[in-house]
């Protein structure tokens, strides 16, 4: 399966449209389409180009992807440029990583339980969910060594020894929040009674993708 990105360019930054001049096979295969092509109300220049996107060289960038709908949370981390469905949303900016391994954690999974939820009682992540969330600062030092288990775990594909890097992760996550036993005790409760409804995915397992399906936002 392709994606064919036929942009509009980013006019502000010089960047131009596709030419479908300039792909001779990729206009023929359209040209079979031209009937739909001309009634949509979402083209570009041309009715070959896509409509105008300001954010299409953020996909490019180091991201967080995860899925706008659902009852178990995921969040991938992506640095090879892919492009993610709509049923997705997806963040750049500083310490992807880091943040990727925060939202994957226990305590991240905790924290976005107080979503707005669907009819149906799915949590429902958009980007607005995150607006109040506030995600500790750290030293540069812990920041690697986070970098660096999450490089680890998205290189295995033993699941207990994910499982115990997670555990890992966990355990730097709750230092930083400086929990009590009791409050300790609370988030591992609540972990075993998710994995028991939902299966241990819910914990973290299988969580750090090395690469997500090609498709667009």
Excluded at 70 to 99: H, P
Excluded at 107 to 130: C, E, H, M, R, W
Aim: charged share 25%.
């Amino acid at each position: 399966m392709w994606l064919i990105n036929s942009h509009n360019g980013l006019k502000e930054k010089g960047i131009s449209p596709i030419n479908i001049n300039d792909y001779p096979a990729i206009k023929n295969h359209f040209d079979k389409y031209l009937l739909q092509l001309e009634k949509r109300l979402d083209k570009g220049d041309t009715i070959y180009n896509l409509r105008n996107c300001a954010y299409i060289e953020d996909f490019s960038k180091q991201k967080i992807v995860w899925k706008r709908i659902g009852s178990i949370l995921r969040f991938s981390f992506d640095e090879t440029g892919c492009i993610s469905l709509d049923s997705t949303c997806f963040a750049t900016g500083e310490s992807i990583k880091y943040l990727t391994a925060f939202f994957n954690s226990k305590i991240g999974n905790y924290i976005l339980q107080d979503s707005p939820k669907t009819g149906t009682g799915d949590l429902l992540i958009s980007v607005q969910a995150f607006d109040n969330i506030s995600v500790p600062k750290i030293e540069s030092h812990l920041e690697t060594k986070i970098n660096s288990l999450v490089d680890e775990i998205r290189e295995l594909d033993d699941e207990n020894e994910r499982l115990k890097i997670e555990k890992q992760l966990d355990g730097i996550f709750y230092e930083l929040y400086q929990f009590s036993t009791s409050e300790l005790d609370m988030f591992e409760k609540k972990s075993l009674i998710m994995s028991a409804l939902f299966g241990s995915s819910f914990i973290n397992s299988s969580l750090f993708f090395p690469s997500i399906i090609k498709a667009s936002l």
